[in-house]
C-alpha cells in the first residue's frame, strides 16, 4: 500500500525543520530534499558530469575522485542569472524527485514527508498528496535566519525577495502551520495528521 505523501514547505526561517522533526517524532519518515541534493551533487554520476559541462571541471575540487563541490563557485554560477539557476535545478531536481519516490517505496510507513524550500519551484509538489505550508511572521523569519547562519539583515532580505512569496505557497497548500514562536506547532502537527488518518 502506497503510504500518504505529505511536502514540508516554506521560506527561509519559517521552521520547517520544527514541524519535520514533529513527523519523525511521532513515526513519520521525511525526507530531506535539501540534504539529499548535496549528496547527490557528489554521488550521482549523471549530475556530476552535467555540471560539469555547464559549469567546467572546476566545479569539484580536485582531486575529483573526492567529490568534493565546489560550493562558491557553483554558488558564483548561480548567482550570475536566473537561466543559470534553471540550469542547475533541471539537472538535479528530477533526480531528487525520482530518488524520493523509490526512497518512499523502501518505507514501511503509512505516511511519510518530505521537506523543501522550494516545493512548488522544484516540482516535488506533484509527487506528494498534501503539502503543509510552514507561515511565520517575516520579522521572525529573518531573526532566526539571521541568528542561524551568521549573516546580514540584507542577505537574509535578499534571499526571501529570491523565493515564492508566503501568500503564494498558502494558496498551493492544502495546510498551513503557524510557527510564529508563540502558537504550539505540535497540536496543529497532531491535528494535521488526524485529519489525514481519518480520510
Not at 83 to 105: C, D, G, M, S
Not at 119 to 134: P, T
Amino acid at each position: 500500500m502506497t503510504p500518504i505523501r505529505l511536502g514540508i514547505t516554506g521560506g527561509i526561517g519559517s521552521g520547517k525543520s520544527v514541524v519535520a522533526r514533529t513527523l519523525q517524532t511521532i513515526g513519520i519518515p521525511v525526507f530531506d530534499s535539501d540534504a539529499e541534493s548535496k549528496r547527490l551533487c557528489v554521488e550521482h554520476s549523471g549530475i556530476r558530469e552535467q555540471l560539469i559541462a555547464i559549469v567546467g571541471s572546476e566545479v569539484y575540487l580536485p582531486p575529483i575522485a573526492n567529490c568534493q563541490l565546489n560550493k562558491p563557485l557553483l554558488a558564483q554560477y548561480l548567482f550570475a542569472s536566473a537561466e543559470h539557476v534553471l540550469q542547475v535545478n533541471r539537472i538535479i531536481h528530477p533526480v531528487v524527485k525520482e530518488y524520493f519516490k523509490e526512497w518512499t517505496a523502501k518505507q514501511e510507513a503509512d505516511m511519510v514527508g518530505i521537506e523543501s524550500a522550494i516545493l512548488f519551484e522544484a516540482g516535488f509538489d506533484d509527487v506528494v498528496d498534501s503539502v503543509i505550508m510552514v507561515l511565520a511572521p517575516i520579522e521572525v523569519r529573518i531573526e532566526r535566519a539571521m541568528q542561524r547562519d551568521g549573516v546580514s539583515r540584507s542577505a537574509i532580505e535578499k534571499r526571501i525577495r529570491q523565493q515564492m512569496s508566503d501568500d503564494e505557497k498558502c494558496l498551493r497548500s492544502q495546510f498551513v502551520v503557524l510557527n510564529d514562536g508563540k502558537t504550539p506547532v505540535i497540536p496543529q502537527v497532531l491535528q494535521i495528521i488526524n485529519t489525514l488518518s481519518q480520510k
